[in-house]
């Protein structure tokens, strides 16, 4: 027997539904926080401040964190809110160390974005399950990479002259035993090359370097050229993988003669 017009109705109300219950938990599963690499992003300060076009009045002259970063998850936890509090034993570390280029005067919006954003999704790991552990973790790879020494000592400096980008990427393996990624601007208007941007690393969830890219992989040894921009700084054209060739590592101003 057909069921009578207002039980269709019904019917029909429940099926709908049934099928937005399935879409939001589809939606959900897509979204499944799931990660398998940590990059440990540096940024090169000159840049930062050159892609956003603000006066950044003295960026520091040497690599800072922008974030640690799991791959593929991001605001693991909304509900999991930044208290300043909790990190202030490490603030002369944060303050040096992971600044905000972009308004120096207020660093803390930049670290509660990375806390929410990246540092909710790290915090699967013991070793990052905390706030003070996330960012107090983080500094504690920066200095172990300690990236700053080993640029000085592969000789590779600011400079008015242009660098290979492969060649920064073997030097960098060849210290690390791992490969990097390395991200630029590209060529703005009326200029020859890309702007060497950050320097990632990576790490296994057990806190050991491995790859960032594979064989084969964009970006990487053998891949298909990169594609499009992966991180955009409001207001700036937004940095992409480098293109294999050259690249400029820009002086902070005044630096030059
Ligand atoms: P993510 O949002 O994944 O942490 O990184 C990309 C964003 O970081 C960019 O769009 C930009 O807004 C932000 N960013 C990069 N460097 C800085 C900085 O030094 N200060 C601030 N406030 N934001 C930054």
Known sequence: MRPAAPHRLLLSSLC??????????????SDNHEWKKLIMVHHWPVTVCKEVENDCRDPPDY??????????AEECNGSWHFH????????????????DVIHPLNHSHFWKHEWEKHGTCAAQLDALNSQKKYFGGSLDLYRDLNLNSMLQKLGIKPSINYYQVSDIKDALASIYGVIPKIQCLPPQQGEEVQTIGQIELCFTKELRLRNCTEPGE????????????????????????????????????????
């Open 84 to 99: 300043l509090e909790e990190i202030k034993d490490l603030m002369p570390e944060m303050k040096m160390y992971w600044p």
């Open 218 to 257: 964009p970006g990487g040894p053998g891949g298909p050229a990169p594609r499009g921009p992966r991180t955009g700084v409001s207001g700036g054209t937004g940095l992409e993988v480098c293109e294999d060739g050259p690249a400029f590592y820009p002086p902070p101003p005044g630096a030059l003669p």
């Open 63 to 72: 690599w800072t964190i922008h974030g640690l970063w799991p791959d593929k």
């Open 16 to 29: 709908l539904a049934l099928c937005c219950l399935g879409g939001a938990r589809g939606s959900r599963r």
